[in-house]
Structures are given as C-alpha cells and as structure tokens.
C-alpha cells in the first residue's frame, strides 16, 4: 500500500531492490526501467498465483524486461491481456535483408505479448502467462538477444494471428537461450 500503482514502485527502486506485490489484479504494463530488481507477489505466503494479476493495458506488452545483464527477476504472478507489437510480414521481409535494420526491427520494433525481454537475462519463475496476443512473434514470451532461465511458468492461450506470424506463440527466441525447469 505504499504506492500506487507496481510501476509506481519501479520508478522508485533501485538495482537489488525487491519490489513486493499484495493480492489483486493490476491493470497496468510493467517496465523494468533497466533496473536489475526482483518483482514478487506474495503467492511464497500459501496464496495462489491467480489471485496476484497483472492485465496490460494500451496494447503494448504486459511486463518489458530490458538492457539487464543480471539480477532482475519476476516470480509469481498471472499476466494477461498484452499485446505484442510488430510490424506486417511484408515490411519485415523487405527490411530483414539489411542486418542493421533487421537489428533496430528486431530490439525497437516486434514485441511480445505477455513478457518481453531484450538484452536481458532474467529469472522468471512461477508465472501463469496466458490470453496474450503479439503480431508476429512471443504471444506469451519473446526474447530478443536474451537469454532467461524460466522456472515452473504455465505458458498456455497465447496466440499469434494469421497473416503477420514469425512463429512462437507460446515462447519466440530470436538469439538467445531459454532454459526451462519444471
């Protein structure tokens, strides 16, 4: 209850900091604002992760997790309702034969639904990522450049529409690794 909004308390932190989530559902898009933070709920408390939602709002991806090389991690929430930016298959086809622009497309541009990460490695344990929409690749998670360990994370009903898709409606990785533990 100290502040407002979870952005809210971002803004304030600083690298190392743990940010520490109560019971509810947040309509709000999180921006780990470069900062290597630890952003939990309370689920550890014998509470169920739905009861701890983050649902995007204004069509961009529910949590962006970029330019951290360690130390950020996301642990116990549902995400929902985000929306992966991009641009349509034609463009990307057209720009993806000079290197430097398909670079700016690929870090500026094309976004996940649920959980972005860019130049980042973070720990994502726990989560329920579902009904998250990306126009062309990461319905749920999209790493660009990335690389995450994803812990115990339920990754279901993430979708990417017909037309504009480069593939991973569920987990998209373009350069990078993704290790999965159950």
């Known amino acids: 209850n100290e502040y407002t909004s979870i952005q809210n308390a971002i803004y304030y932190a600083s690298a190392g900091d ?10 709000e898009n999180i921006d780990f ?12 408390n014998g509470s169920s992760i739905s009861e701890f939602v983050i649902s995007g709002v204004d069509s961009v991806s529910v949590i962006t997790i970029e330019n951290i090389n360690a130390g950020s991690a996301l642990m116990g929430f549902t995400i929902i309702n985000g929306y992966g930016q991009g641009t349509s298959f034609e463009d990307f086809i057209s720009m993806a034969a000079d290197e430097e622009t398909l670079d700016s497309l690929l870090t500026n541009v094309i976004r996940a639904g649920g959980i972005s990460v860019g130049n ?9 990522i579902t009904n998250n929409t ?11 450049n990335s690389n995450a360990l994803i812990e115990s994370c339920q990754i279901s ?7 504009d898709g480069l593939g991973g409606g569920g987990v998209a990785i373009v350069v990078g690794v993704a290790t999965y533990y159950y």
Request: negative net charge; charged residues 20%.
């Open 18 to 27: 743990t940010v520490e989530v109560g019971p509810g559902t947040y309509s």
């Open 33 to 44: 604002m470069d900062k290597a933070i630890t952003l939990r709920s309370q689920y550890e």
């Open 120 to 128: 980042s490695s973070p720990y994502l344990k726990d989560l329920h």
């Open 134 to 144: 990306a126009r062309n690749a990461g319905g749920g998670i999209g790493l660009i």
């Open 157 to 163: 009903n993430n979708t990417i529409p017909d037309g």
